[in-house]
């Protein structure tokens, strides 16, 4: 889901605020992950392989 809150104004003094929420679904096939294994207290950031 994506919202989008819009806010506008011209030249001309005109202005206007818009609202938008657009929903959709569709397949991605993933060709390869690789997970990232993250220090949550700021230590390094190592890759992990042969999972």
């Known amino acids: 889901?994506?919202?989008w809150?819009?806010?506008w104004q011209s030249t001309i003094a005109d202005n206007g605020?818009?609202?938008i929420t657009q929903q959709t679904t569709?397949?991605?096939r993933i060709g390869e992950a690789v997970p990232v294994l993250?220090?949550?207290k700021g230590g390094q950031?190592?890759?992990s392989s042969g999972c």
């Open 38 to 40: 993250v220090d949550p």
């Open 17 to 19: 605020q818009i609202s």
């Open 1 to 3: 889901m994506a919202q």
């Open 45 to 47: 950031t190592t890759t």
């Open 26 to 28: 569709t397949q991605l």
């Open 5 to 7: 809150d819009i806010t």
